[in-house]
């Protein structure tokens, strides 16, 4: 679906098309965009909900509160909605790597790496998928799977940063700091800014 800029006319006509036409789940998600880029996040969740409720296949709705819930840290909404979306959709790959980095994040590794791996089956160019998927293996003690998947990261997005960083992250769990630095560098040269606590244990190895 077609994603506006957001503006104060813009609302105010898609707040017009709400009024006379209640079931229009377009308006009502264009609407929701628009606010969630204003950062009028509390009404872009009931846009997005007013969308959700007029069709039945509104998975994008159910995606952006995902984003809304991610933002204020609600990590177990942002697994529900995103379920919803993939129930609805089940060749979205965004809902799952949306999943698997939800999943991540809460500690729950195995369905991290089950979610991401589905993602990057139905999208492979999907990077943030793959460099998530480093840091679960790393999460799951597999330091030698993370580097496999870090690898095929930068190989995939070359000028990707945190996808470098990743990468040095999980050489440095492998004992190979000359490698870490070396993606640690590479990371901070496209302007990607490192943990100083990494920065400061990698120091002694430069």
Same mark, same amino acid.
């Given at each position: 679906?077609?994603?506006?800029?957001?503006?104060?006319?813009?609302?105010?006509?898609?707040?017009?098309?709400?009024?006379?036409?209640?079931?229009?789940?377009?308006?009502?998600? @264009? +609407? &929701?965009?628009?606010?969630?880029?204003?950062?009028?996040? *509390? #009404? %872009? $969740?009931? !846009?997005?909900?007013? =969308? /959700?409720?007029?069709?039945?296949?509104?998975?994008?709705?159910?995606?952006?509160?995902?984003?809304?819930?991610?933002?204020?840290?609600?990590?177990?909404?942002?697994?529900?909605?995103?379920?919803?979306?993939?129930?609805?959709?089940?060749?979205?790959?965004?809902?799952?790597? @949306? +999943? &698997?980095?939800?999943?991540?994040?809460?500690?729950?590794? *195995? #369905? %991290? $790496?089950? !979610?991401?791996?589905? =993602? /990057?089956?139905?999208?492979?160019?999907?990077?943030?998928?793959?460099?998530?998927?480093?840091?679960?293996?790393?999460?799951?003690?597999?330091?030698?799977?993370?580097?496999?998947?870090?690898?095929?990261?930068?190989?995939?997005?070359?000028?990707?940063?945190?996808?470098?960083? @990743? +990468?040095?992250?999980?050489?440095?769990?492998?004992?190979?700091?000359?490698? %870490? $630095?070396?993606?640690?560098?590479? =990371?901070?040269?496209?302007?990607?800014?490192?943990?100083?606590?990494?920065?400061?244990?990698?120091?002694?190895?430069?």
């Amino acid at each position: 679906m077609k994603t506006p800029q957001g503006s104060e006319e813009f609302i105010a006509q898609q707040k017009l098309l709400e009024k006379e036409e209640t079931e229009c789940a377009n308006s009502s998600y @264009n +609407l &929701g965009v628009s606010l969630m880029e204003q950062g009028r996040l *509390d #009404e %872009a $969740i009931v !846009a997005f909900k007013d =969308a /959700i409720a007029s069709s039945g296949r509104m998975f994008e709705g159910y995606v952006n509160l995902g984003y809304i819930y991610f933002k204020r840290g609600n990590l177990e909404e942002v697994v529900e909605v995103n379920q919803k979306a993939i129930q609805i959709e089940p060749r979205y790959a965004r809902g799952y790597a @949306n +999943l &698997g980095f939800a999943y991540l994040q809460m500690m729950k590794t *195995d #369905e %991290a $790496i089950e !979610a991401l791996n589905k =993602a /990057i089956e139905l999208n492979p160019e999907i990077v943030q998928a793959w460099s998530n998927l480093i840091n679960a293996h790393l999460q799951n003690d597999d330091v030698e799977k993370a580097i496999e998947v870090g690898i095929k990261t930068v190989e995939l997005a070359p000028d990707f940063g945190l996808g470098h960083n @990743n +990468l040095a992250s999980a050489y440095y769990n492998n004992g190979d700091y000359k490698k %870490a $630095i070396e993606h640690l560098d590479r =990371a901070m040269e496209l302007g990607f800014i490192p943990h100083p606590e990494f920065l400061k244990a990698l120091e002694p190895h430069r």
